[in-house]
């Protein structure tokens, strides 16, 4: 199920209001799946929809544990559901996550690369190796 909701990934639509906050990001994601907060909990592995119902109303923070599955079952970055649940945490936390995340983005093209590289590798551990800055790109099986 493909819901578009607000982000920060250049690849995912955006919608004209951004979520403020998880709670208005499942409430968006409702509106738009139309799946209860027992549905919602249900897919989460929670027990009872009234734990879904506090995180949406604010009552109850997202335990960490769920930010991977409910990134999934709203088809979104789980990197932005991480930045809404540090938003309460402090500025210094949120800024500091943003730095490390802007270091580690890369392109397209290099995921495509980095992802052939894998390929090929079998599973085996490699080191990749550029000769003399050319376009030319080696791996070398440890």
Do not use: Y
Not at 36 to 50: H, K, P, T, Y
Not at 52 to 77: F, H, N, Y
Not at 91 to 110: G, T, V, W
């Amino acid at each position: 199920m493909i819901v578009n909701l607000e982000i920060t990934m250049k690849i995912t639509p955006e919608l004209p209001v951004p979520a403020a906050t998880i709670a208005s990001l499942i409430n968006a994601f409702q509106a738009e799946s139309g799946l209860s907060d027992g549905d919602i909990a249900a897919r989460l592995g929670f027990e009872q929809a009234n734990v879904v119902t506090c995180i949406r109303t604010g009552q109850m923070r997202l335990p960490w544990s769920k930010i991977t599955p409910l990134a999934e079952l709203m088809d979104i970055d789980p990197e932005r559901i991480i930045e809404l649940a540090l938003q309460g945490h402090g500025d210094a936390l949120l800024q500091h996550f943003r730095a490390l995340q802007a270091r580690c983005q890369i392109s397209p093209a290099e995921l495509r690369l980095l992802e052939h590289c894998r390929a090929l590798s079998g599973g085996k551990v490699v080191s990749p190796v550029i000769i003399d800055g050319k376009s030319v790109v080696a791996l070398l099986v440890a």
